[in-house]
């Protein structure tokens, strides 16, 4: 690079030129990428370039350059090789992701991280780090292993999400396929109940005609009988009236004697007609089915069927390196106690919510700015929360058995529903629109929708004793148990389906990118990586301060986790760890 505020000698003529190669044979390589061509005074073996007498000198000085290896005028080559008489123009132009208006210059072997000048500066002073200019050790990627890994790493991803579209796309499939055999059975379901209310609709019809029958025979009867009695003693009458008119005494002395014995008979018809109860009806809906149709909330449920073995095969855990890359203060103004985080998610990788639960409060982190940003007070303790949407949360409050949903919203937290549980719960994570709940009081694990209907209840006394926290993925559900010092692993039918033991003290879990399960064990003063089958585990993080909540982000593999020792200097910071 050239020197800033660097004079030309007083003895190099002024026409000297980028062409001149005639006056000058060995040149300061930095003046001449600056369109000016000086006479070299040295050497640099580690830039492998030419240097004037200020270039020379400010190279000793400058932080990146001290320690390079310096030949003197009499020592340093006394020939340009062609590669360096045209060099090219470095090809530095990607910002850098911390100071935008810089751009990546340098490579920290240190930390493997690329940095610009401010970088450089502030984090990775040449006393700490190996630094080095990208242009001096680009020129050794070429056809490099590390060249030809990163292209065996992204064809292996390429491959990797290939099988995994293929594998969706057909599973895919075969799940369409049983929704179409779900809609049949639904379709031929509903013909079913329609049938049956048919049979039952006709059992009351059939009943109302029937009583419908019944009184328009007794109605006949009763009609038959009195017109009958009605003409007979209609016939009677005008004969004695006849008999009486004509003064045939004899005849009208019998016949009224005939008719005192009829009346007797006719009254007697009369009499002896069945006294039938005549009614009006009302109908009243079956009250059984009535509430049925009120009460129900669906025609049925679905059951998932495993579309495959999802089991994963027993892995080894890879050996991680790991960096320590500071710590966020969350202790704020309105704290009155010193901190205690026992629950924390990830909404986007900036953004951290944690529960403190010594102060009641939810508390939105900025990791970017490492700041806390809003802050939540509860009336009650808060543990532990999980990400339902990128805008929902949900929190655990054992002391009042609910979980309370929690909505962000322009930077802001505020409270939403509340859903009543039947126990003391603990842990809490989302997957697929279900909710699975540790409680320790009485020891078991549940999963409910979003609404609190309880789907399954996982209980025993071989299983859970102390079900601390609890984490998901689509293919199983993992609890530490304090008590039973074991993970435990379970299928989303709530079967058993692994478990690893071994720990002092499981506390908090999380799953990383890759399917494996990092758990805090603060006994220990560590942080275990568990394979996805439960089958081995190594420790990631030693010599900790009684960690106790953590997760993880895939998106930068850094791991964030509190302390709990009681020490404001471990209670009132995250901790923030990189593992690659």
Known sequence: MAVPGKKMPKNFSSSTSMSSDEYVKVYCQPCDHDGTRLPAHGYCKDCREHLCETCFVFHKRHTLSRHHTLLDKNSMPQTMSSASVHPSQPDLTKPCTKHMKKVIEFYCQNHKALLCSVCVTLEHTGTSCKVNYIPDISD??????EHLDILKSLETITEQCHKKSEDVKKNTAKSNSSLTTVLADIKKFRIEINQRLDELKKQAEDAAKAIHQENNNNLKTVETTCDDVTKSVKKLSD???????????????MELKFAEEMIKDYEKSVNQLPAFDVKEYNFIPNKAISNLLDNEGSLGTFTEKSLKDTSPPAVDIKSRQTSHQGEICVKTSKDKRICWI??????????????????NAIKMVNTRSQSVTDQLQLDTTPVDVTSVTDTELAVTLPNKQNIQFISVSSNKLKMKQILKLDGKCCGISYCQGKLVVSFTTPAKLQILNTSGTILTTVIGENIFSKPIHVTTNTNSIYISDWEMKTVTRLNWQGEVIGSYGGMVEPGAITLSDDGTVLVCDPSRNVIEEIAGDCSTGKIVLKDLNSPHALCWCAGTSKLYFSCNTGVDKDNNFVQVFKLL
Do not use: E
């Open 140 to 145: 050794q990627i070429i056809n490099s292993k």
């Open 239 to 253: 004969a004695i009236k006849h008999l009486n008119t004509t003064k045939q005494t004899d005849s009208l002395f």
């Open 342 to 359: 026992r629950g924390m998610t990830l909404l986007t990788p900036d953004l951290l919510i944690i529960t403190d639960s010594f102060n």
